[in-house]
Structure formats: structure tokens, C-alpha cells
């Protein structure tokens, strides 16, 4: 089994977004396994984070201020693999650091560090062969995003070539912002799932344990991210305490569902 | 084949999935994908309707002004002929879109845009603007049309062009302030696609410039392409004959890619492309993406860009704010590489000189970006005979550069 197949087994995981470089990130990281991330998504910073909404933004920028390179990413992931080495970890990110020396050496830093997945916001299915063969030749999965814009006609090329897990972006917008209505998502996730073999995951707008509880008793997995890096923003080296209390809320919320 | 371009065309591009060669594409997030194969569905219906066409043509003529002249320049013309070696100094046009309503080509393209958005009943209209000539062109539409309007705009561009910022209010639009990255035009880019994101049912994007995901590089060149249209019969119809060089600046490059487009196949025809060159391409600031750059993906094409080993996009500078963007339209990318078109740096100091040699010789008040065109001069006459034909676009009037234009010459207004 991969590491994407036994964390999902378990039942509802609880997905955790930090973006690398901001912050004592390897402290981070630490913080949210302890509180029971079952998967873990590694933010690399980009300058053009146009998908994103204010917080994410400025955790992109505080990580480039402090001069975070593709190379530190690849060295907390690769640091992050040899202290976990059953948590899986997806890098998430934006096309053009991921292309800048060339798919092939992207994908196979990748498989060296130990990244079990990549989300790459700006690659739709329709330009798969900038990064999706590379990836696959890795055996890196490569996570597709599906949208409440994302029609029955088109999901079956979202999921074509993708693995892992489907991440439903729960609300058209950029992240961080609002939160879709619980109706809404259970539509979503059962028009998903009806179709999907891997998982679906919901993310977008999630920040409280209530609406984590909610969404793990249709998904199968919750995405978390703004909320997070939110946190640290406001506390600096000291985050990795309340990282570890949110994780924890959030992860018994996600976990009761199981 | 029927077909009415030969095969090696350099003018059937985009292929059907929205490249030219390796570049241009469809690079955006998967809430956008649905709407932007929408989009291309309905500008392939619009391109085979007439009622489309007619109703641009009007508007064209009766809205814009079109046609824009074609202009002899004499004094230009005998002012590089005396400077260049004997028998040296072609004659020299402007076409100058610069005369159309709004004072730039930008009009053109936004009329066509806003046709569209109805046809798509899209109900609100945003755009993203740099120094605010294309807000100020997607206002003017709006107004024309009735439809509510939000124009992005770089905090520090807000500061630096409060006239334009007064223009775009005036015609009812909502300029809206971005404060992200480094408040200017690659910042208003991406806080107008955040918006759009999340407003994808009822909101058309107006791209200022042939960039973007496909298709709106195709279209937006489309509806420039009158540009180069007009010349083509003002110059048969003046010279008998095609004109031997055509000169335009390239920012997002909609100028240069609607004069050049309809010449691509005449092989006589040269083309010289002019990056802005800032402060000189050896230092760091500069917006000279072909000569500086490498092709990578941003804003929902991939096209040359400035950037760092890492692929982290680097701030541009120009002294044209229109030309002050680290990327261009992914079809000028494509016709470097395939070595079609020439292009040229130019650096402020540069367009400097030829914004005030063109003032005093022709009368004519050009934009800081046609400056940079109009800045090409001293090499391309030097070394073309006296009986070729040159033309330069004319893009836009110089009005709205007179604060930084005073500032970099010491003048106090």
C-alpha cells in the first residue's frame, strides 16, 4: 500500500497546508503530526500566488523575504521523510517554480526527498504534459483539483492520470476566504465520489473542528490551510504549541467520524 | 486542402489546444478551465457571424474614429536621411492609433472584448490595468454599454496615475486598489483573476493585452489586427506597393501583434519588435523578457518571462508603465524563436530622446511605449535605402506621460 492508501484507510484524515519557509517550519511540520495530521501538504512559495487569498499571500512572501530556494523546499521534505516515514507529503505550489529547471528533475527531486504527491495550481488536465509525465514516471502522484465549476462532463479528464487523492475545492474563490455550505459540499462529494476510485478530500475555507466534523462524516478527507498559517503568522517561533492545539481539535473532529 | 493559408503559415497559430509552438496555452486554475473553453466555444460562434463583425465595424468607425491615418513623417523622414550614410533613410509612417477615441489602440481591443461578454450575458465587467490607459479604454465600454465595472489597479500605480484613476471614476467604473506583491500591473493581473475566480458566473475578464490563456491571445490579436489591416490598404493605396519594415513596442505586445499579424505571410515584410529596455539589460531593471528572460508560466500562458533560477517571477522596470511587465504575449515568444520578427531593446534614456525629437519634428506627443518604437529609428534608417517604406505604430499620445516625462528631464510643473 502507499502511503496515500493507509492513511486514507483509516478513514477521514485531516489534511494539513503550512507553506514552506515561513517560520521554524521542520518545528511546524513536527507540531501538526503530533496533533494527528494523517497527511501533510507542504507549500512552496511563489511570487504570483494569484490562486490564493490575503493569508496565503503573505506566508509566500515572508518565505521568500526570508529567502527560501526550491532547494531548502526539497530539504525540509527529504528532513521531513527521514523523521516521519509513514506520513505522506505532498508538495503543493504553482507551475512555474515546478518547470523552471524542467519537469524530469522536479519529479525525480521529488521521489529523492520522499514527496508522495504534487498539487500544482495553474497545470489543468489540459496541459498535463508540462508536468503529469514526469510526475507519473516517478511514481509521484500527481493530485487534481475538482471545482463547483467542474462538470460531469469534465471530471472524467480531472481524474484521468491523477492519483493519490481528488482535492475538492469546496467554493469558487481563492483560498482562505469563505466557507460553502454544508448542502452544497455533500452534493459535490456524492457526484465525486459516484465517479472517483481514489479519495476525495474537501478543503477551502475550513478553519473550525465543527465544520472539519461536518465535512468528514461525507468526505474523505478535510483540508486545512489558512487556518494554520494564520497562526504562523500571529506567533512566530512560537506556533508550534498552537499549531499542535488547532491539529488536535481539528484531527479529533475529523478522526470521530471514522 | 480548402484551406486559405498555406501550411507553412506563420498566421495559423494558435493550434487547437491554444499554442503557438511551445508557448501560450491554457495555464489556470481548474475554476477558471470551464470558463475559458466557454469563452472559446462562443468567440468561435462570433467569428462566423457577420452581425458580429458588423456591429464591431460600426463602432469601430463611429465610436473609435477608425480608420486611424497612415502618416507620412517629412521631417522625421529627412532628419534620419541626413544623418544616414548616402542613399540610407527610408520614408517614414506612423500609423497613429494614438487618434482614436481614449488616445490608444487599447480601444480596439476592448470593444471587441465587451461584444463578446454580451453575447455570453456576462453581466459585470473587470479588468486590470498598469499606468490605466486599458482601464480607461474597459470604462469608456462599460459606459458605452451599460454594464458595471471593476478596474484592478496597483496601489503605487493608483499614486503614480491619479489623473487616469479620475478618468475610469468619472466614466462610472470602481477602481479597486491592489496592495499585494509590488502594486503594480503583474500584481492588478493577479488580483483580477482572484476576483474573477470567485466570480466566474456572472463576470467577463476584458485582458488588456494579447496575453493570457487561450484564447484570449488569439482574440485580443484578432481585434488589434485592424491595426495592421488599415495599413495594409492605406499603404497600397498611398505607395502602391507594401510598406518594407514595421516598428512597434511590445509590452504584453497587442500594438505590435495587430499591426504585424496581417503581413506575417509577406515575406518581404520585415518586423522589429522593441522590448524596453529600462535602465539597460546588463543591470536589473529592465521589462526586456525576450532578450533577458526564459520562456516559463505565468498569468495562464506560458511565454518568456523574467525570472530567477527558481522560476520566482523579477520585478520589471520601465520608464513606460505600459511597457513595465515582466512577460509578453506567448505569440511574440513564438515569432522570436521562429525568427519571423527582430527584437530590439530599448532603453528610458533612449525613449527619452525620441519622445522629444518626435514632439519637435512631427507635432505629434507620442506614449512613452510608442516612444520606445519611435526610439528604433537611428538604426533600422541607417541601414535601409532611401526608396524602402518603414512604418511605425504610433499606439498611443503622449498626454498622459507628461508628469514622468517633466520628472526625468528636471522639469518642475
Do not use: V
Given at each position: 500500500m502507499t502511503r496515500f492508501e493507509t492513511a486514507f484507510a483509516k478513514g477521514p484524515a485531516l489534511v494539513c497546508f503550512i507553506t514552506g519557509g515561513d517560520g521554524d517550519t521542520a518545528a511546524n511540520l513536527d507540531a501538526l503530526v503530533e496533533g494527528g495530521a494523517d497527511v501533510i501538504e507542504l507549500g512552496m512559495p511563489?511570487?504570483?500566488?494569484?490562486?490564493?487569498?490575503?493569508a496565503i499571500q503573505e506566508a509566500n512572501i515572508r518565505s521568500l523575504d526570508a529567502g527560501t530556494k526550491t532547494a531548502d523546499v526539497f530539504r525540509m521534505a527529504s528532513e521531513f521523510r527521514a523523521r516521519h516515514p509513514q506520513v505522506p507529503l505532498v508538495l503543493m505550489g504553482y507551475a512555474n517554480p515546478m518547470i523552471a529547471r524542467g519537469a524530469d528533475w522536479f519529479a525525480g527531486e521529488c521521489a529523492k526527498a520522499g514527496v508522495d504527491g504534487v498539487i500544482c495550481v495553474d497545470i489543468p488536465p489540459e496541459e498535463d504534459p508540462e508536468l503529469g509525465p514526469a510526475l507519473r514516471e516517478k511514481s509521484v502522484s500527481l493530485i487534481r483539483l475538482a471545482t463547483p465549476t467542474t462538470d460531469a462532463a469534465r471530471l472524467p479528464a480531472v481524474l484521468e492520470g491523477s492519483s493519490g487523492f481528488l482535492y475538492y475545492v469546496s467554493v469558487a474563490g481563492v483560498t482562505g476566504m469563505q466557507q460553502a455550505a454544508q448542502g452544497s459540499i455533500e452534493d459535490a462529494v456524492a457526484r465525486l465520489k459516484a465517479a472517483s476510485k481514489i479519495p476525495v478530500a474537501v478543503g477551502f475555507g475550513v478553519r473550525t473542528p465543527e465544520q472539519a466534523s461536518a465535512i468528514a462524516k461525507v468526505a474523505d478527507g478535510v483540508v486545512v490551510g489558512s487556518a494554520l498559517v494564520d497562526l504562523v503568522k500571529q506567533?512566530?517561533?512560537?506556533a508550534p504549541a498552537h499549531l499542535r492545539a488547532l491539529t488536535s481539535a481539528l484531527a479529533e473532529a475529523v478522526h470521530a467520524a471514522r | 486542402m480548402t484551406s486559405q493559408t498555406p501550411v507553412n503559415s506563420f498566421r495559423n497559430l494558435p493550434d487547437e489546444t491554444g499554442h503557438f509552438g511551445q508557448f501560450g496555452g491554457r495555464y489556470v486554475a481548474e475554476t477558471l478551465m470551464p470558463l475559458i473553453l466557454d469563452l472559446e466555444k462562443e468567440y468561435r460562434k462570433a467569428q462566423q457571424d457577420p452581425a458580429f463583425w458588423s456591429e464591431f465595424d460600426a463602432l469601430m468607425k463611429d465610436f473609435v474614429g477608425r480608420p486611424s491615418p497612415l502618416y507620412f513623417a517629412p521631417r522625421m523622414t529627412d532628419h534620419f536621411r541626413a544623418k544616414a550614410p548616402a542613399g540610407k533613410g527610408p520614408k517614414i509612417y506612423f500609423k497613429?492609433?494614438?487618434?482614436n477615441h481614449t488616445g490608444a489602440h487599447k480601444i480596439n481591443n476592448c470593444i471587441g472584448q465587451i461584444l463578446l461578454a454580451i453575447r455570453m450575458g456576462k453581466t459585470k465587467i473587470i479588468a486590470e490595468t498598469g499606468a490605466g490607459q486599458h482601464g480607461v479604454a474597459t470604462a469608456t465600454v462599460a459606459a458605452r454599454f451599460g454594464l458595471p465595472c471593476k478596474i484592478f489597479m496597483g496601489a503605487k500605480d493608483i499614486e503614480r496615475q491619479k489623473p487616469n484613476v479620475f478618468r475610469m471614476k468619472l466614466l462610472g467604473a470602481e477602481v479597486v486598489s491592489c496592495e499585494s506583491g509590488s502594486q503594480s500591473l503583474k500584481d492588478s493581473m493577479n488580483d483580477a483573476l482572484r476576483y474573477w475566480v470567485a466570480n466566474v458566473h456572472d463576470t467577463f475578464y476584458i485582458i488588456g493585452t494579447a496575453a493570457g490563456p487561450h484564447p484570449y491571445p488569439e482574440l485580443v490579436r484578432d481585434f488589434q489586427s485592424i491595426i495592421g489591416k488599415e495599413t495594409r490598404e492605406q499603404m497600397l493605396e498611398k505607395e502602391g506597393r507594401l510598406p518594407d519594415m514595421l516598428v512597434a513596442a511590445v509590452g504584453g505586445g497587442s500594438n505590435a501583434i495587430g499591426l504585424f499579424h496581417p503581413f506575417l505571410d509577406d515575406p518581404d515584410v520585415a518586423m522589429t519588435g522593441i522590448e524596453a529596455a529600462g535602465h539597460g539589460i546588463d543591470t536589473d531593471k529592465h521589462a526586456a523578457s525576450l532578450t533577458g528572460g526564459k520562456p516559463g508560466v505565468l498569468h495562464g500562458n506560458k511565454t518568456y518571462l523574467l525570472q530567477d533560477a527558481d522560476g520566482q517571477i523579477t520585478e520589471a522596470h520601465s520608464i513606460s508603465a505600459g511597457l513595465d511587465y515582466p512577460g509578453l504575449g506567448p505569440e511574440h515568444s513564438w515569432l522570436h524563436e521562429s525568427g519571423r520578427v527582430n527584437y530590439v531593446p530599448i532603453t528610458d534614456a533612449q525613449a527619452l530622446e525620441a519622445f522629444q525629437l518626435c514632439c519637435e519634428l512631427e507635432g505629434i506627443i507620442p506614449a512613452l511605449e510608442s516612444s520606445h518604437a519611435l526610439a528604433a529609428l537611428p538604426q533600422l534608417t541607417a541601414e535601409m535605402d532611401e526608396d524602402k517604406l518603414l512604418v511605425v505604430n504610433v499606439s498611443g499620445r503622449g498626454d498622459k506621460d507628461i508628469f514622468t516625462v517633466a520628472e526625468a528631464l528636471g522639469v518642475e510643473l
Open positions: 511563489f511570487t504570483d500566488p494569484m490562486a490564493d487569498g490575503p506567533h512566530g517561533t512560537e | 497613429r492609433e494614438e487618434l
